[in-house]
């Protein structure tokens, strides 16, 4: 949870040239984890969604 007043940012990254967004293969958060590029999403929540810690 986010402290009172703090700015919670979501990125997604989507390449220019492709159109197709970053996507996290199999939705997995470990170290390493697969990358590809795929059709953008328009919904919140998605692997696509990117929070900085």
């Known amino acids: 949870m986010a ?3 703090a ?3 979501v990125m997604a990254f989507q390449n220019q040239n492709s159109g ?3 996507d ?3 939705a997995g ?3 390493g984890q ?6 953008c999403k328009n919904a ?3 692997n696509q969604d990117f929070i900085p810690s």
Do not use: F, H, I, K
């Open 44 to 46: 919140a929540g998605t």
């Open 7 to 9: 700015v919670r940012w």
């Open 34 to 39: 697969q990358l590809d590029q795929w059709p």
């Open 3 to 5: 402290a009172r007043g």
């Open 24 to 26: 996290v293969y199999g």
């Open 20 to 22: 197709l967004c970053l």
């Open 29 to 31: 958060s470990n170290a």
